[in-house]
């Protein structure tokens, strides 16, 4: 067995600057450059466990996996691809699983069946299959030339799901997870329509969206916003032909660069599919940037802050990790700007807004609380700046 | 070339992550009912012992579990990196709600950050949110039963509101009324 090992603090501390944006990669170099799969990693290889997936069979959940990748190496402006390497040497359960959680030196990614949450109930305690539905993420390396990229992932599905998740469900849950295997960091991107008890608008949720929704089922195939992104990591030859680029910066009034709001660019006659996302000060430089692909055409913009309940693992962008971050403390007040942006492909535009700050929720707390009953009872607007 | 995980970044004070791991959602019934272990207290030290983090914390107060000083939690290194498990670091005062430890000695906060409530100071108040905001914290439980009259005033609000900060104290009044409440309706 090979053994993980951990990379120093110290050397973390030096050469890390890994960081996400909406709509972007999960973690960059110091120099902004995401951490991705390199090319000569392509297609990358996956290997499926040779046991069941709970109620599924070995051929139903593998058909899956395969599909959920499938979908990723489907997008034509993308250079990432997969290969399904064949199968595990076992049926990996509780006994033998150890060895897979080591990343080594064949580059091949496991995809686990937890069949029976056995696996899980292992690693994380005693009941934590009944809440665990899985989980899929990638080992990093280093190497001095190109910074940090991914070497091989691991993949684990919990098969006491499959009694209540039909394989459409579990599909949208594991291309979502997939992303996040690639590299790619979560978007808010039409949150009012996330648990609005309307399945018919759920199309317009990105799959990278951080949470389910009413019905999940559409989120198993990508959106604009979620092909642009994987496009901005794995940019192919001629993506241009499809893509233009904006790249901004927000600034509070004062001048002063605004960190962790969320851009939102909306394509005009198609306002509803039609949206990309980044971050304010993605790569964490202090300088309130962001940048994002778009499909030619002309666009508005609104900034929003991150939703107050996007943080830990369901953060978006770098400056949401707890309720006492950026995102939170400081965030921005909903604007949209009068200003619209005309791209080309292939053509780069810049564009700087100015964001106004939210006096009414400078700290979360329990006067949030307060703040948020009101809306919920239609007694304030929803930007809370107003009786 | 050095060969690193991921979590020597995670370690880093200034990192952030997005989840790489699919949950289901828990209220605060479902919490109590699936920890071995609740306590209040702060962490004192994080260690790598073999394939295990090791965190400690000073316990201020057990809610459930047996009454200790400290709590270790032992959580696999490898699987916590790629799901992206809570993580602490020393000082920080939570609320945890811990799985009973695996056969391997293995536990982890119930699912994950729903699991873990940080303890602050705002506003003169000491408050408690979990990764979630809190956010239905309270779905499909009887607060009417729970909170009768003006008893939790705090978490009432909180319940209307769908999410936000709750007043530390009265999280832990409720707790405790919960496990006591599961305890009785254990008894044959």
Not at chain 1, 97 to 107: G, I, K, M
Not at chain 1, 249 to 263: D, E, F, K, Q, V
Not at chain 2, 87 to 109: I, K, N, W
Not at chain 2, 111 to 125: D, H
Request: hydrophobic share 40%; glycine share 10%.
């Amino acid at each position: 067995m090979k053994k993980i090992q951990l990379l120093c603090l110290c050397a973390a501390l030096l050469q890390y600057a890994a960081m996400a944006w909406a709509g972007g990669p999960l973690y960059t170099n110091r120099d902004c450059t995401p951490v991705v799969f390199p090319a000569s990693a392509m297609p990358i290889p996956y290997a499926v466990d040779q046991g069941e997936l709970g109620d599924f069979s070995n051929s139903l959940a593998a058909g899956i996996v395969d599909d959920c990748f499938g979908v990723w190496q489907s997008v034509p402006t993308a250079s990432i691809s997969f290969k399904n390497a064949g199968f595990l040497p076992e049926d990996v359960n509780e006994t033998n699983y150890e060895p897979y959680f080591d990343s080594d030196a064949d580059r091949v990614s496991p995809v686990i069946f937890d069949s029976d949450g056995g696996i899980i109930d292992d690693v994380y305690g005693y009941g934590a299959s009944d809440y665990i539905i899985g989980f899929s993420g990638s080992a990093i390396d280093y190497d001095a030339s190109g910074g940090w990229y991914y070497t091989e992932g691991l993949t684990l599905i919990n098969g006491r799901f499959t009694g209540l998740f039909t394989p459409a469900v579990f599909k949208a849950t594991f291309v979502h997870e997939f992303g996040h295997f690639i590299g790619l960091d979560h978007s808010q991107i039409n949150l009012p329509y996330v648990s609005d008890d309307n399945t018919t608008n759920d199309m317009y949720i990105p799959t990278m969206f951080p949470t389910s929704t009413d019905d999940d089922t559409p989120l198993g195939e990508l959106n604009p916003d979620d092909e642009a992104a994987l496009t901005m990591l794995y940019p192919a030859e001629g993506s241009d032909a499809a893509y233009g680029r904006i790249r901004g910066t927000l600034y509070w009034r004062s001048g002063l660069p605004a960190r962790g709001a969320n851009i939102v660019a909306v394509k005009q006659g198609d306002e509803r599919m039609s949206q990309f996302s980044s971050v304010s000060d993605y790569c964490m430089q202090g300088d309130g940037s962001f940048e994002m692909l778009v499909t030619p055409g002309t666009y508005s913009f609104f900034v929003e802050p991150v939703y107050p309940l996007f943080t830990g693992g369901s953060s978006v962008g770098p400056y949401a990790d707890t309720a006492l971050s950026a995102s939170f403390v400081f965030p921005v007040r909903a604007a949209d700007y009068e200003e619209t942006l005309t791209i080309a492909a292939g053509e780069t535009k810049e564009i700087e807004l100015f964001a106004r700050r939210n006096w009414l929720r400078p700290v979360p707390g329990l006067a949030a609380n307060l703040l948020q009953l009101l809306k919920n009872l239609g007694l304030i607007s929803a930007s809370g700046t107003e009786l | 070339m050095k060969r690193c995980i991921l979590a020597g970044i995670l370690f880093c004070a200034l990192c952030s992550h997005a989840s790489a791991a699919a949950l289901r959602e828990l209220n605060l019934e479902g919490l109590c009912r699936s920890a071995g272990t609740i306590v209040w207290g702060v962490c004192t030290g994080v260690e790598t012992r073999d394939e295990a983090l090791v965190y400690t914390f000073t316990a201020y107060r057990m809610l459930k579990g047996a009454a200790a000083d400290t709590v270790a939690l032992r959580m696999h290194k490898a699987a916590s990196m790629y799901a992206r498990a809570p993580r602490f670091a020393e000082g920080q005062e939570v609320l945890l709600f811990l799985h009973p430890e695996s056969d391997r000695g293995y536990s982890s906060p119930v699912g994950f950050g729903q699991g873990v409530f940080r303890i602050a100071s705002s506003s003169g108040e000491r408050t408690a949110v979990n990764e979630r905001g809190n956010s239905r914290l309270f779905r499909g439980m009887n607060m009417d039963k729970l909170c009768p009259g003006a008893a939790f005033p705090g978490i009432r609000q909180c319940s209307l509101a769908g999410g936000g900060a709750l007043r530390h104290q009265e999280l832990m009044e409720l707790i405790a009324k919960l496990i006591t409440e599961n305890d009785k309706g254990a008894r044959p």
